[in-house]
């Protein structure tokens, strides 16, 4: 249960050849002596996930505190710019794994979005049963819950909403280059027999709270242009998510 890091390995993104691991911490790093490709990628063991979960637990207590939607709202949009930029400290297996604590707590917060929309609800104008059926209907939305309960009870005690059991797969951290530039994190998320990216989902389900509040007036309607532009907002965040692998490995 407790599994270490000791799972890291360490290898070339590219063609996937064994990587020594002292050599995340060289710059400028030497190529791949198989490709000649000077990116690395540091990967982690499934096994540490529920170590990983319990940490999460004790870590996100805190900031279940009773505060407004709109504030709650700021600081989703402001974590998930953070992870969304490239990671600048340097790659090693623990600082893949506390980015990915950084990642599954963000599912957690962004999913505690809810509770502050049905504590205002009679403010907000909307309904408490309105809020739950919204996120029942939205795709991205009821695998956020799910995501957030697995990472808060390590199993679901009820039914998947999102129909399908989400398990969080394989992670590593992924950096192009010679060294000198920031790492990416690349979560697996499988579901529904597919491979999400993890950072995909996040911002999937921020996309779809946005989606919400516009519609229920909390948050004013986008202008012509940017509301044509979200018609197909799913289709347009897997095409960029497979747009992301490809970087990532390249
Ligand atoms: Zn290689």
């Known amino acids: 249960m407790a599994a270490s890091?000791?799972?890291?390995?360490?290898?070339?993104?590219?063609?996937?050849?064994?990587?020594?691991?002292?050599i995340a911490q060289i710059a400028p790093r030497p190529p791949c002596p198989e490709c000649g490709a000077q990116g690395i990628a540091i990967t982690m063991g499934v096994a540490?996930?529920?170590?990983?979960?319990?940490?999460?637990?004790?870590?996100?207590?805190?900031?279940?505190?009773?505060?407004?939607?709109?504030?709650?709202?700021?600081?989703?949009?402001?974590?998930?710019?953070?992870?969304?930029?490239?990671?600048?400290v340097t790659l090693s297996g623990d600082a893949v794994l506390a980015n990915r604590r950084e990642l599954l707590?963000?599912?957690?917060?962004?999913?505690?979005?809810?509770d502050a929309l049905k504590e205002e609800a009679g403010t907000a104008g909307i309904g408490e049963a309105e809020v739950e059926a919204a996120i029942g209907a939205d795709p991205d939305l009821a695998l956020l819950v799910d995501l957030a309960n697995l990472d808060k009870h390590l199993k679901l005690r009820r039914p998947p909403r999102s129909g399908d059991?989400?398990?969080?797969?394989?992670?590593?951290?992924s950096q192009a280059g010679s060294g000198e530039g920031g790492w990416r994190l690349e979560q697996v998320i499988e579901h529904r027999r597919q491979n999400l990216d993890g950072l995909t989902v996040a911002r999937n389900a921020v996309s779809a709270w946005h989606r919400l509040l516009t519609k229920w007036g909390l948050l004013p309607a986008p202008?012509?242009?940017?509301?044509?532009?979200?018609?197909?907002?799913?289709?347009?965040?897997?095409?960029?998510?497979k747009r992301q692998r490809a970087q990532g490995s390249a």
């Open 165 to 173: 059991v989400p398990r969080i797969g394989e992670v590593q951290g």
């Open 105 to 114: 707590s963000f599912y957690v917060h962004a999913y505690h979005l809810k």
């Open 5 to 22: 890091t000791t799972e890291t390995s360490v290898s070339c993104p590219k063609c996937g050849a064994a990587r020594p691991a002292e």
């Open 48 to 88: 540490t996930e529920v170590n990983v979960a319990m940490k999460l637990r004790a870590a996100i207590r805190p900031g279940d505190q009773s505060r407004g939607w709109e504030r709650r709202w700021a600081d989703i949009n402001t974590e998930l710019q953070r992870l969304l930029a490239p990671r600048t």
């Open 223 to 241: 202008q012509t242009l940017a509301a044509a532009s979200d018609v197909a907002p799913r289709r347009e965040s897997s095409r960029s998510a």
